[in-house]
Structure formats: structure tokens, C-alpha cells
């Protein structure tokens, strides 16, 4: 089984600055990987899929990349609704099965 | 509006049966792959089961032999029945299109299983 392991735990930073999100697969996953955003009380929210492409709706300063084992997610300038929980996410053909990783806390610094 | 809604949560007791429905609108479910993810109390989210647009159903190993995906394309709706209850079974369990990546997600339905 693949495993995710982001990084790290919890980011503390403030509006309007940077923030850069890990996900690193215990083997390679290709471009297989997305991005989710859960906010407290609601369902997670798909942001990135195939690594570095944007769902619908997803604002702009939020950007993917990497593939094979390392991926980032970069948001380029905090808006206060960006403050959740973000998780990633791949999916392996056989057997199926798909697994998240543990998930990276976005606070307010 | 492609939209999914979860209905059927609620407390049971361990050893207990549950069935978890998920009603589509704006797609069809037959068409789709659909899954279903829970997530235990402060906890992170967990993949439990798949079924293909073809019919193939597979399951998290700890759900397996316990849990039993399916749809009833006449309703247009994804359910997932859960036999065995245990306490670790405990979530939100939310239904989601499987595209194939999860979007949209349902609100979720809480599952305590409890004493």
C-alpha cells in the first residue's frame, strides 16, 4: 500500500503570505495526486487534481505541482477563508484502493 | 446542480446493522464511479469502498467481509450497507462521485456505534 506522509503537521502563518504544503508517496504515484481543503464542520473540497491542474471554481493562487514521489501545494497569498485543514490524496489501480495522506493544518499565525 | 445527499446515520449498538443512503441529482449514478470516505472523530479521512459504473465493488481491508456497496439505479442512489458495527467504526461517513477524483463530496452522515 502507498503511503502519504504531508508536512508539516501544522503551518502558523499570516494573511497575505505564502504558504507551501508537502506530500511525499512512499513510491512513485506518477501525476496520480490531489489536493483537498476541509474546513471545520463540511465536507473536504477538491482543489488540484492530476498534481497540478486547478478543479473548477478553485481560485487561482492555488497551485500544484511535482509528480513521481514529492508534490507541493503552494497558496501564493493567504486569504482568511484559506485557514482549514488540506489533505492529499492518490489512488492506486490494483488492487483499488486509494489512500490520503494524514493532513497539513493551515492556522492562523 | 450536481449534488449528493447522505441520509441514514445514527447511533447503534456494537454488533449492529446500519444502511447509509446517498441520493444524486445533476448526474447519474450508474454512470459513475461512486465511493464512499469516513472520517473518525478528529481524525483524517479515510477511502472505504468503490463501486465502477460496470458493477465491481471493492473495500478498505477494514471494512471488508462487513460493509457492502451498491446502487439502485432507478432511485439514482449509491448506498452502503454496514454490518458488525464496531466502535472504531465511529464517523462522518460521506458519499462522494468518483471522477476519479472525489468531487463532489455529499454533507456526510454521522455513524456512533456505542453502548
Known amino acids: 500500500e502507498i503511503v502519504l506522509t504531508q508536512s508539516p503537521a501544522t503551518l502558523s502563518l499570516s494573511p497575505g503570505e505564502r504558504a507551501t504544503l508537502s506530500c511525499r508517496a512512499s513510491q512513485s504515484v506518477s501525476s496520480y495526486l490531489a489536493w483537498y481543503q476541509q474546513k471545520p464542520g463540511q465536507a473536504p473540497r477538491l482543489l488540484i487534481y492530476?498534481?497540478?491542474n486547478r478543479a473548477t471554481g478553485i481560485p487561482a493562487r492555488f497551485s500544484g505541482s511535482g509528480s513521481g514521489t514529492d508534490f507541493t501545494l503552494t497558496i501564493s497569498s493567504l486569504e482568511p477563508e484559506d485557514f482549514a485543514v488540506y489533505y492529499c490524496?492518490?489512488?492506486?489501480?490494483?488492487?483499488?484502493?486509494?489512500?490520503f495522506g494524514q493532513g497539513t493544518r493551515l492556522e492562523i499565525k | 446542480e450536481v449534488q449528493l445527499v447522505e441520509t441514514g446515520g445514527g447511533l447503534i449498538q456494537p454488533g449492529g446493522s446500519l444502511r447509509l443512503s446517498c441520493a444524486a441529482s445533476?448526474?447519474?449514478?450508474?454512470?459513475?464511479?461512486m465511493s464512499w470516505v469516513r472520517q473518525a472523530p478528529g481524525k483524517g479521512l479515510e477511502w472505504v469502498s468503490v463501486i465502477y459504473s460496470g458493477g465491481s465493488t471493492y473495500y478498505a481491508d477494514s471494512v471488508k467481509g462487513r460493509f457492502t456497496i451498491s446502487r439502485d439505479n432507478s432511485k439514482n442512489t449509491l448506498y452502503l450497507q454496514m454490518n458488525s458495527l464496531r466502535a472504531e467504526d465511529t464517523a462522518v461517513y460521506y458519499c462522494?462521485?468518483?471522477?476519479?477524483?472525489?468531487?463532489?463530496w455529499g454533507q456526510g452522515t454521522l455513524v456512533t456505534v456505542s453502548s
Open positions: 490524496q492518490q489512488r492506486s489501480n490494483w488492487p483499488p484502493s486509494v489512500t
Open positions: 462522494a462521485r468518483d471522477a476519479p477524483w472525489f468531487d463532489p
Open positions: 492530476d498534481a497540478s
Open positions: 445533476g448526474f447519474t449514478v450508474s454512470s459513475n464511479y
